[in-house]
Nanobody, 112 residues
Framework: VQVAESGGGLVQPGGSLTLSCVVS????????MRWFRQSPGKERELIAW???????WLEDHLKDRFIISRDNAKNTVWLQMNNLRPEDTAVYYC???????YGQGTQVTVSS
């Protein structure tokens, strides 16, 4: 199983980023896909998931700014992040629900 995130970077407050996660080695269309993030000095936390019927969940305080989506034909899940804040600075990880594999993470830094 391989999980590969991309799309992180440095963005100013109020900006947007879309993270991508491509997965191989599983039956992607059947897998629940998750996004986690880990801020400096904090534990990794679950922030969003999307299941095989496209039902989604996002952490309450992110619902109005983040969107999770998937394309089974591309084995890809995205996390669209809008109106980013300095407190969104973290390493963002994708996780597949079949075997629990994480990617290497992608750094998001929100700073002026």
């Amino acid at each position: 199983v391989q999980v590969a995130e991309s799309g992180g970077g440095l963005v100013q407050p109020g900006g947007s980023l879309t993270l991508s996660c491509v997965v191989s080695g599983i039956t992607f269309r059947l897998a629940e896909m998750r996004w986690f993030r880990q801020s400096p000095g904090k534990e990794r936390e679950l922030i969003a998931w999307i299941d095989d019927s496209d039902t989604t969940w996002l952490e309450d305080h992110l619902k109005d700014r983040f969107i999770i989506s998937r394309d089974n034909a591309k084995n890809t899940v995205w996390l669209q992040m809008n109106n980013l804040r300095p407190e969104d600075t973290a390493v963002y990880y994708c996780n597949e629900g079949a075997w629990g594999t994480y990617g290497q993470g992608t750094q998001v830094t929100v700073s002026s």
